[in-house]
């Protein structure tokens, strides 16, 4: 099981990114992806999170209106878009797939990760 982020970069308030995840190695049809953030010194957190099957959604409220989680299952990738950016969006950031069926926000139900993508929003 391989996940591979990117599309972080440095960016000013207001501002947009748009982060991908790309899948390697298993069935992505049938696991929730999700998108976790860890500032430094700050503990991870979770941020969003897509279903396998229906397509439902899941999101911090801290992103709620400004970020937008979505999949392509013929390309393995899964999207985080990021629109109006603050500082306090600075984190690297990561997608991880549950194991167990689990979705949701709950980073101790992940067990596969990717190697994480620097966002930096500049005030």
């Known amino acids: 099981v391989q996940l591979q982020a990117s599309g972080g970069g440095l960016v000013q308030t207001g501002g947009s990114l748009r982060l991908s995840c790309a899948a390697f190695?298993?069935?992505?049809?049938?696991?929730?992806i999700g998108w976790f953030r860890q500032a430094p010194g700050k503990e991870r957190e979770g941020v969003s999170c897509?279903?396998?099957?229906?397509?439902?959604?899941y999101y911090a409220e801290s992103v709620k209106g400004r970020f937008t989680i979505s999949r392509d299952n013929a390309k393995n990738t899964v999207y985080l878009q990021m629109n109006s950016l603050k500082p306090e969006d600075t984190a690297v950031y990561y997608c991880?797939?549950?194991?167990?069926?689990?979705?949701?926000?709950?980073?101790?139900?992940?067990?596969?990760w990717g190697q994480g993508t620097q966002v930096t929003v500049s005030s």
């Open positions: 190695g298993f069935a992505f049809d049938y696991y929730a």
């Open positions: 897509i279903s396998s099957s229906d397509g439902s959604t």
């Open positions: 991880a797939a549950p194991v167990g069926g689990y979705e949701g926000l709950n980073d101790d139900f992940y067990d596969y």
